[in-house]
């Protein structure tokens, strides 16, 4: 089913991020493959720029997330065989990982990867350790390999995968009949502990330099800036005025047009998280918290729908075996408590972060507890129920996906119509750039110089771009600069347009070269605005 979806139905990026790290991997941006992914470790950033140095032609960056993909399915589907054999709790369980890793193939996204790698990774610890023969050292290696890839793709990932994993695996620990198996997990748990605390330290080591280390800097800043609702302007009017910020400083930062390290310097926006967690700790803050946490569980529809069915399916199969109920209990109230952890800070999680979790809570519990006796047939009845469900769920994402061609199509289209030998300000995301084919080479930008795009922004990739271009204050030397545009929204013209007349004293005036029109039929609602590049020019007086 993941062969015949990546073959069939042409795969994408869900986000600009992962085109942005393919860039610098590849080399798109100064024709030099970088190792400095930013949100990947250094050290598979490392293994990705040999790769293109050796072969620019072929598409590593997506390509290595496809076969870590395949691995992982291989690996989780194996487990449960060899636990299950072909019962129907196999084939359910099969088919639940089989459907997220299509999902995460045709839109690929490296949270989502590395979730279903440490998903993956963790269930064969897990199974190795509860076997009643003989353990294999080969599977015992690719789950500990698994799991560490996991961190080198996404540290908070693994980081969530692991504490989620805790209770089974210490349950696992518990309930094994083989003291072999037992010891092997303990190791096992052990060399990830170690490996991770090396390469951890290791990691800062590629970006030591002062720029690098500044860049690193702000970007954990900005990150939690954008990603959390707390430092909202309303919220937090008092603290902005006091910096002398205005709501449209406000926007400018929070729209990812922040190239002014002065006004948007890494004190100022350290002090406003700072004033908003204090402010947040409240009766306020508490009651805003459980209204976010609300919408973040009621919103997401079909997916919900089969997280619950599937949790309930788990717990009345388990509800006899005490110790197993108690411990995927504990992993539940894990999960909640990591989603209740973000709203408390104004986060709702994105479907790239919270679909892995339901993902990671639901294997974890079919593959340890699940029991679906055939004397049992409401129980057998309800497996099959979920099972149906799982399918109208891939039905939904084959749906969504037979648009990704002419997705990728637009997109090859809308780059070609951007001119060679110019610098290119992507504003926020303006330019759907995840619509890149995950087997893109980026031949297209050869010539096409495209900065910003969200957190690349102070990066010392922008900041080489800018130099090449002699541009110093963006805000002042892209006016009457032939050699520069914006692709930005209309409303995003208009806050540049204030932001100009507060900062600049100057009035400046846009010269729009193309529209382009974006539009997503496969969203509900659709997703339909229009992009503009520009030059901006001054006012003559």
């Not at 076997?131 to 698994?146: D, E, F, Q, T, V």
Request: aromatic share 14%; glycine share 6%; net charge positive.
């Amino acid at each position: 089913m993941l062969a015949a979806a990546v073959i069939f139905f042409s795969p994408s990026y869900n986000t600009n991020d992962d085109v942005s790290m393919a860039r610098m991997a590849s080399g798109a941006y100064d024709g030099v493959p970088n190792p400095r992914l930013i949100y990947i470790h250094s050290l598979y950033g490392l293994i990705l720029s040999k790769l293109y140095a050796a072969a620019p032609i072929v598409p590593w960056y997506g390509l290595l997330f496809l076969i870590l993909l395949f691995f992982s399915l291989w690996c989780t589907v194996r487990c449960i065989q060899s636990r299950y054999g072909t019962t129907i709790t196999a084939h359910v369980a099969t088919l639940y990982a089989t459907v997220v890793a299509v999902f995460a193939g045709l839109f690929v996204q490296y949270t989502t990867i590395a979730s279903f790698v440490a998903m993956s990774g963790f269930i064969v610890l897990i199974g190795e350790t509860l076997k009643s023969r003989k353990i294999s050292p080969i599977m015992l290696g690719a789950g500990i390999a698994l799991v560490v890839t996991s961190f080198l793709i996404r540290e908070n990932v693994f980081l969530y995968a692991a504490v989620l994993a805790a209770p089974l695996v210490v349950h696992s620990y518990i309930t094994s009949s083989s003291r072999t198996g037992r010891k092997a997990l303990a190791l096992s748990m052990g060399g990830i502990v170690v490996a991770v605390v090396l390469l951890r330290a290791v990691a800062g080591i590629a970006y030591s330099s002062t720029d690098w280390n500044e860049y690193m800097r702000w970007s954990s800043v900005q990150a939690f800036f954008h990603d959390y609702d707390i430092t909202s302007y309303q919220k937090n009017k008092e603290y902005y005025t006091s910096l002398g910020w205005s709501e449209n400083d406000h926007t400018m930062l929070n729209t990812w047009f922040y190239t002014d390290a002065q006004r948007f310097s890494i004190d100022a926006v350290s002090g406003i998280i700072d004033f908003a967690k204090r402010k947040n700790i409240s009766l306020e803050g508490v009651v805003f918290t459980l209204k976010t946490f609300i919408q973040q569980i009621t919103q997401r529809d079909l997916v919900l729908l089969v997280f619950i069915a599937f949790q309930l399916l788990i717990i009345v199969s388990s509800v006899r075996q005490k110790k197993s109920t108690i411990a995927y209990g504990i992993t539940i109230i894990l999960c909640l408590a990591l989603i209740f952890y973000f709203s408390f800070l104004g986060r709702l999680l994105p479907d790239r972060l919270l679909h892995p979790l339901f993902l990671m809570v639901s294997m974890y519990g079919l593959f340890v507890f699940l029991r679906v006796e055939y004397d049992r047939i409401w129980l057998k009845k309800c497996a099959i129920g979920c099972a149906a469900l799982l399918l109208f769920f891939a039905g939904q994402l084959v749906w969504y996906a037979r648009l990704n061609g002419d997705r990728i199509v637009r997109y090859s289209e809308i780059l070609k119509e951007l001119p060679k030998g110019s610098l290119i300000f992507n504003w926020d995301s303006s330019l759907p750039m995840q619509w890149t084919s995950v087997f893109d080479t980026f031949a297209e930008y050869q010539g096409r110089d495209i900065a910003g795009t969200g957190w690349v922004q102070r990066s010392p990739y922008d900041s080489a771009l800018f130099e090449r271009y002699g541009i110093r204050d963006l805000y002042a030397d892209m006016i009457d600069n032939p050699r520069v545009y914006l692709v930005a929204l209309p409303q995003y013209i208009d806050s540049l347009r204030v932001y100009m007349r507060e900062h600049y004293h100057k009035e400046i005036r846009v010269v729009v070269e193309r529209n382009f029109d974006i539009r997503d039929e496969g969203l509900s609602p659709p997703l339909v605005y229009t992009a503009q590049l520009v030059q901006i020019k001054s006012v003559q007086e």
